[in-house]
């Protein structure tokens, strides 16, 4: 049997303005409150460099323990089970215990009230961009199996350029502040981030839905998973 998949009308439901850019690509604007993305996004401007260094390889080797029972992060690259994105260290912001990232958690929880099996796994991070620094396209259960959706906060959008796109759809954006960006995470909805412009940084929170239970289920199967485990995204 067919698991129930996020519609825009259950979206609609729940009284908010959404607009299906293409099939299962969900903007939906106002999400967050003017208030609480101001107070991150200065949050974000005041960090300095160490604490926007720490965050990026730490949620890494947390997947690969998880994953594959080790946090030997070169030993996997290097046989090609686990993807590391290039010059990525410092751009993660760690969030996990702020307020208003507890308050979104629970917000954005309500649109995936719809399976019992499937969980929003919180605003860890903040991520940042800046000139010259693009997110190649790439597929996010690729390195994460278990992930159902993704969700992306957008903080601000005064930078210039920094377009999401989606490369099987030929879409490509610059949702509003305040909006979040939903959509699958399998093979058909591939995508990355051109490089901002000069000027501000672009500023967003990625987040994603997950199988509950996941990786216990599938722990004597942690090498192959990505081979045997039916992709239901398509």
Not at 12 to 41: A, G, Q, T
Not at 177 to 193: A, C, D, M, Q, Y
């Amino acid at each position: 049997m067919s698991e129930k998949i996020l519609t825009k009308s259950y979206i609609e439901n729940l009284e908010y303005e959404v607009e299906e850019l293409d099939y299962r690509i969900f903007l939906i604007k106002n999400f967050i409150k003017e208030s609480e993305s101001e107070e991150l996004v200065e949050l974000a401007i005041n960090a300095n460099h160490e604490e926007w260094c720490k965050e990026y390889m730490i949620g890494a080797k947390k997947l690969a323990q998880l994953k594959f029972g080790t946090d030997d992060i070169d030993s996997l690259v290097s046989q090609g089970l686990y993807e590391i994105t290039d010059n990525w260290y410092d751009k993660n912001l760690r969030i996990n215990d702020h307020k208003i990232a507890n308050i979104l958690k629970k917000r954005c929880q309500e649109l995936f009230d719809f399976r019992k099996d499937i969980q929003f796994n919180g605003c860890g991070t903040i991520q940042r961009q800046y000139e010259g620094v693009p997110l190649k396209d790439h597929v996010d259960n690729h390195t994460d199996p278990s992930l159902e959706y993704a969700v992306v906060f957008y903080l601000n959008d005064e930078y210039t350029n920094g377009e999401v796109f989606f490369v099987n759809q030929k879409i490509e954006l610059r949702p509003p502040k305040n909006s979040i960006l939903v959509f699958p995470t399998s093979e058909n909805w591939r995508h990355g981030v051109n490089s901002p412009g000069p000027g501000p940084h672009r500023y967003v929170i990625p987040g994603f839905v997950s199988r509950k239970n996941f990786w216990k289920k599938h722990k004597k199967n942690r090498y192959n998973v990505n081979k045997t485990i039916e992709d239901t995204n398509l």
